[in-house]
């Protein structure tokens, strides 16, 4: 399907920030403490209720499709308004700046700090400074188990200028592109493929990217029905999702209804034991559900009273500083219990995860202010320096940016 931009007077607002999306990122990091805050204080195996903070590890899908939406929708808005695609360059220069930093701080930290860590081997700091600890079996260190999803996020974003291009083609089909956003599904379904096969490990291969391709893939395709609704070039059957957008109670109780239904067995066990083929694909289909019925009600449709709170500064600022909180929050917990001399899968819950949330969000704070923010800005302002133009030579373009 081919269609034309559309005029410019409908350019501001798809082009313009989506500042309630900044509050998803807390509530996924929130629900991340949870689910670690859940396994170490042992609550997860409760029997009425332990499921809930099992399945707190939904806030990665969160964090997964909020990334192929936000990351992807540069792209789809280039093509869709004529505009220069983004660079490949300055991307990732921007995303090297926004993660690594603060995640060297981290891993630095924790390799020196924590006791259980010491001695860190050359392999340890290796793997963890370059994302590989999840290439090998039992490579993730102490205060470090989260970062596989970290990760898995990285080997997205250096694959996306690619799948970006590829997706958008040469002239905006937003069909076309939606389409081959998805695509990420058929990725998703060929790699548990693999493993129903034999080719592949449910113990190791379920932290690496293919796995998670459907989520990446959903956020992308939402990104592409999204320009292609701002911009009045979406097909019909895309109004769906304003239509959606405008009961968000209903999509939210929905999520929590799928999720209720991850609590059960069928989504695999609460614990680290591997999954089955089959438990891992049912708990990656209602996580992708859930996720899309989160993001969708907070970026698509008219403005609402909801918008408005999720876009309000406090609301902000926890997205700004959630990046901080996702990192910093197991060290918080692992220091918990080594000052208490606290023994593993003991502990208040409501206590414990109140002083790592605080911990973390005070750790959080430290890390946006003094490295996340100051760093993010002095590399730009270096990048975009003003260069004398050569005459006659036409200045590069720069493309859209995050």
Same mark, same amino acid.
């Given at each position: 399907?081919?269609t034309?931009?559309?005029?410019?007077?409908?350019?501001?607002?798809?082009?313009?920030?989506?500042?309630?999306?900044?509050?998803?990122?807390?509530?996924?990091?929130?629900?991340?403490?949870?689910?670690?805050?859940?396994?170490?204080?042992?609550?997860?195996?409760?029997?009425?209720?332990?499921g809930?903070?099992?399945?707190?590890?939904?806030?990665?899908?969160?964090?997964?499709?909020?990334?192929?939406?936000?990351?992807?929708?540069?792209?789809?808005?280039?093509?869709?308004?004529?505009?220069?695609?983004?660079?490949?360059?300055?991307?990732?220069?921007?995303?090297a700046?926004?993660?690594?930093?603060?995640?060297?701080?981290?891993?630095?930290?924790?390799?020196?700090?924590?006791?259980?860590?010491?001695?860190?081997?050359?392999?340890?700091?290796?793997?963890?400074?370059?994302?590989?600890?999840?290439?090998?079996?039992?490579?993730?260190?102490?205060?470090?188990?989260?970062?596989?999803?970290?990760?898995?996020?990285?080997?997205?974003?250096?694959?996306?200028?690619?799948?970006?291009?590829?997706?958008?083609?040469?002239?905006?089909?937003?069909?076309?592109?939606?389409? *081959? &956003?998805? @695509?990420?599904?058929?990725? =998703?379904? %060929?790699? !548990? $493929?693999?493993?129903?096969?034999? /080719? +592949?490990?449910?113990?190791?291969?379920?932290?690496w990217?293919?796995?998670?391709?459907?989520w990446?893939?959903?956020?992308?395709?939402?990104?592409?029905?999204?320009?292609?609704?701002?911009?009045?070039?979406?097909?019909?059957?895309?109004?769906?999702?304003?239509?959606?957008?405008?009961a968000?109670?209903?999509?939210?109780?929905?999520?929590?209804?799928?999720?209720?239904?991850?609590?059960?067995?069928?989504?695999?066990?609460?614990d680290?034991?591997?999954?089955?083929?089959?438990?891992?694909?049912?708990?990656?289909t209602?996580?992708?559900?859930?996720?899309?019925?989160?993001?969708?009600? *907070? &970026?698509? @449709?008219?403005?609402?009273? =909801?918008? %408005?709170? !999720? $876009?309000?500064?406090?609301?902000? /600022? +926890?997205?700004?500083?959630?990046?901080?909180?996702?990192?910093?929050?197991p060290?918080?917990?692992?220091?918990?219990?080594?000052?208490?001399?606290?023994?593993?899968?003991?502990?208040?819950l409501?206590?414990?995860?109140?002083?790592?949330?605080a911990?973390?969000?005070?750790?959080?704070a430290?890390?946006?202010?003094?490295?996340?923010r100051?760093?993010?800005?002095?590399?730009?302002?270096?990048?975009?320096?003003?260069?004398?133009?050569?005459?006659?030579?036409?200045?590069?373009?720069?493309?859209?940016?995050?």
């Amino acid at each position: 399907m081919s269609t034309t931009a559309a005029p410019p007077a409908s350019e501001p607002s798809a082009s313009g920030r989506l500042p309630a999306l900044d509050a998803l990122r807390a509530v996924g990091a929130a629900a991340v403490v949870g689910h670690h805050v859940g396994f170490h204080t042992g609550a997860t195996a409760a029997e009425q209720w332990g499921g809930w903070l099992a399945r707190l590890d939904v806030g990665v899908a969160i964090f997964f499709v909020l990334s192929g939406f936000l990351l992807f929708r540069p792209w789809a808005l280039s093509a869709a308004t004529g505009r220069p695609r983004p660079g490949t360059g300055r991307y990732l220069w921007r995303r090297a700046l926004r993660i690594l930093p603060a995640y060297w701080l981290a891993v630095a930290v924790c390799l020196i700090v924590l006791p259980q860590n010491r001695p860190a081997s050359a392999g340890d700091w290796l793997r963890h400074l370059t994302f590989t600890q999840i290439y090998e079996r039992g490579q993730l260190r102490h205060g470090l188990s989260q970062t596989w999803s970290l990760a898995t996020e990285v080997a997205f974003y250096l694959i996306l200028p690619l799948v970006a291009a590829l997706a958008v083609g040469r002239t905006w089909r937003p069909v076309r592109t939606t389409l *081959v &956003a998805a @695509g990420g599904v058929l990725v =998703t379904a %060929a790699w !548990l $493929g693999g493993m129903a096969g034999g /080719w +592949l490990d449910t113990g190791l291969h379920t932290t690496w990217l293919p796995a998670y391709g459907a989520w990446f893939g959903a956020g992308m395709a939402l990104a592409a029905a999204h320009v292609a609704l701002q911009t009045r070039t979406a097909p019909a059957a895309f109004r769906v999702l304003d239509d959606l957008a405008a009961a968000p109670i209903a999509c939210w109780v929905a999520a929590v209804g799928l999720l209720a239904i991850a609590t059960t067995p069928v989504a695999g066990p609460r614990d680290l034991a591997e999954p089955t083929v089959a438990e891992f694909a049912v708990k990656l289909t209602l996580y992708l559900a859930i996720g899309v019925l989160i993001l969708v009600p *907070v &970026a698509f @449709g008219r403005p609402t009273r =909801t918008q %408005a709170v !999720l $876009g309000a500064t406090p609301a902000r /600022w +926890l997205g700004a500083v959630s990046y901080g909180l996702f990192l910093w929050h197991p060290l918080i917990l692992e220091l918990i219990y080594l000052v208490a001399d606290r023994p593993l899968f003991t502990g208040g819950l409501v206590s414990t995860f109140a002083l790592t949330m605080a911990g973390g969000l005070a750790y959080a704070a430290v890390s946006y202010y003094g490295i996340e923010r100051p760093i993010t800005l002095l590399g730009n302002q270096r990048r975009q320096r003003p260069v004398t133009p050569v005459p006659d030579a036409p200045l590069p373009a720069v493309g859209p940016s995050r």
